[in-house]
T-cell receptor, first 115, second 112 residues
Framework: NAGVTQTPKFQVLKTGQSMTLQCAQDMNHNSMYWYRQDPGMGLRLIYYSASEGTTDKGEVPNGYNVSRLNKREFSLRLESAAPSQTSVYFC??????????????FGPGTRLTVL | DQQVKQNSPSLSVQEGRISILNCDYTNSMFDYFLWYKKYPAEGPTFLISISSIKDKNEDGRFTVFLNKSAKHLSLHIVPSQPGDSAVYFCAASPLGAQKLVFGQGTRLTINP
């Protein structure tokens, strides 16, 4: 039971390049999330997927797209990377059974640098 | 508009003493609150939660207190241990909502 896995762990891009961050969970959770963490800003929601086939914007969606490929996998794509997207990206999935109704489980993160 | 605020970016506590981390929220619809702990180069991990029907929840050395009238919650760690050194995030949501709103985090350092 690996929980939430993310690839890659590190990535350096040049401005304008594209890339896809991969996320998978093996806990049979319906909901999955993408966050970015920047110093002093906490965790900010980029996109989320309440169930397979649905996606919704979070707080900071501009410059990103997502795909909920199946129940297990939720990918985040940067079509044209910008230096402002330099951040640590976390994927999470959500438990909806008692006792922790809103507990989210996080992956280890992807550290992205855009030059 | 920051709906969940952790006003102390950092806190330093001596080993064995009590650590108190604070969190304030503005949205009166929030009724479920969580604390997460994050070590460097790892993802956040769930620590403890509380719903608005309670004002206290304990789990071993960790206790969360909720003051709904003040829109304030706090995490108490007693006694503090070196392994508690980490960044702590509080988060909030309406019960059953899809999204959590996170605070900025507080870096806790436990000194020997």
């Amino acid at each position: 039971n690996a929980g939430v896995t993310q690839t890659p762990k590190f990535q350096v891009l040049k401005t304008g390049q594209s890339m896809t961050l991969q996320c998978a969970q093996d806990m049979n959770h319906n909901s999955m999330y993408w966050y970015r963490q920047d110093p002093g800003m906490g965790l900010r929601l980029i996109y989320y997927s309440a169930s397979e086939g649905t996606t919704d914007k979070g707080e900071v969606p501009n410059g990103y797209n997502v795909s909920r490929l199946n129940k297990r996998e939720f990918s985040l794509r940067l079509e044209s990377a910008a230096p402002s997207q330099t951040s640590v990206y976390f994927c999470a999935s959500r438990r909806t059974t008692p006792p922790a109704y809103n507990e989210q489980f996080f992956g280890p993160g992807t550290r992205l640098t855009v030059l | 508009d920051q709906q969940v605020k952790q006003n102390s970016p950092s806190l330093s506590v001596q080993e064995g003493r009590i650590s108190i981390l604070n969190c304030d929220y503005t949205n009166s619809m929030f009724d479920y609150f969580l604390w997460y702990k994050k070590y460097p180069a790892e993802g956040p991990t769930f620590l403890i939660s509380i719903s608005s029907i309670k004002d206290k929840n304990e789990d071993g050395r960790f206790t969360v207190f909720l003051n709904k009238s003040a829109k304030h919650l706090s995490l108490h760690i007693v006694p503090s241990q070196p392994g508690d050194s980490a960044v702590y995030f509080c988060a909030a949501s309406p019960l059953g909502a899809q999204k959590l709103v996170f605070g900025q985090g507080t870096r806790l350092t436990i000194n020997p």
